[in-house]
């Protein structure tokens, strides 16, 4: 009888030690953070443009404070920042073609998808990895394995960069690296920019642009309201003299429950005539 | 989607690189004029990556109806705010106020709905 007691005690020590009992606990350790996000402030409208005015989203942004730019960067910012300004409200007023690539920019990247971006996203979290996935089809993975960032020889540029991250308590830490503009945005290629848009033109403001060099920490957690908060802190050696300290807060989606992709290559409405976008008729049915 | 142009600052700093979070520019069409149309919705296409509306509006002074192509945001976008594929319907009679093409062919971005009251639907905060 004792033999078989011990026995039994035995297997239930074995049992709970396993593996997949762990993971269980991993799991039930992550916060819950199912359902579609948008960013506060951020809000698209039905006629392409957004809820909130430009100034409104630009101020909102200003609120961080400037970047923390390096003299000589900062009078390059400022020359690009008025440019900027220039063009697009050409652009928007049009008195000036908007692009003459008219290349279309279908990604946002990295910080973008984060600080600007009208498309909502899910937040898949598991122990090992935690998935950020937007409706244009951009997915951030960020590994919590204890990975150590991807080794340098066998790491290129992208729009998402390079993030490993880990969990205290219910705040996910991230750490990216490695992050290049998304084609179309700021030329591709480069470091990334920050840029703010809205109301019911195509006028945008620069707001910072970043080096390759630039390394992202963000720590995102629920607030009490309810909401997701994503701190972030960039540090740009080659730009910055010291690290600039920013925050998104994020609120569900309430009038649908579940992802909706965009596709930019869709059906083609919009060809390029003379260098100029215009509206063609629909397709005829086949 | 959602239009942002998007300037390039990158190493040619006061190059126009690029253009265009969301596919194209919306510059085509004229934020300054609002035109109302009255007509027959043809068709609804609830495609990525717009929306568009084809629309047989009516002809002035009696002229026959014809068709204009009025531009939306994405499914993704009209769907956030409440909008359904099944929202307009062929057979709808509706009217629409929208910034016309800037080359004055038939086409436009949808501003609103006009219900039958006179009142704007779908307007924008802060927009109009």
Known sequence: MRAALALLLMAAAAHAASPSDERARSFARLPNWSGQWEIVGVTPDAQGGFVQPLDEVVQGMRKWGPPPYKPDVQAVFDKAAAEVHKRSVAAADGTDAPSPGLRPACSFGVPLLMLFSPLMFEILTTPEETAMIFSGREIRHIYTDGRPHTPKDDLWPTSWGDSIGHWEGQTLVIDTIDVSSPPGIGGGGGGPVIVAGGGDNDAVELIATLSSEVHFIERIRMLENGHLEDRMTIIDPQNFTAPWHISRQYTRVTRINRMVHEDCEGEERNPVVDGRFTVAPPPKAQ | MTRVVIFGVGAGLA??????????????????????????????????????????????????AAEWSIELTSPEHLARAGWKPGTLKSGDKVTLVIHPIRDGSKGGQFVS??????????????AE
């Open chain 2, 113 to 126: 709905r006009v219900a039958p009251d006179g009142t704007q639907i779908d307007v924008p905060s802060g």
């Open chain 2, 15 to 64: 190059m126009l690189l690029n253009a265009a979070y969301a596919h194209h520019s919306f510059a085509i069409f004229d934020a300054k004029q609002s035109v109302t149309l009255h007509g027959v919705v043809k068709e609804f296409r609830w495609t990525n990556p717009h929306v568009f509306i084809q629309l047989m509006a009516d002809g002035e002074a009696g002229a026959a």
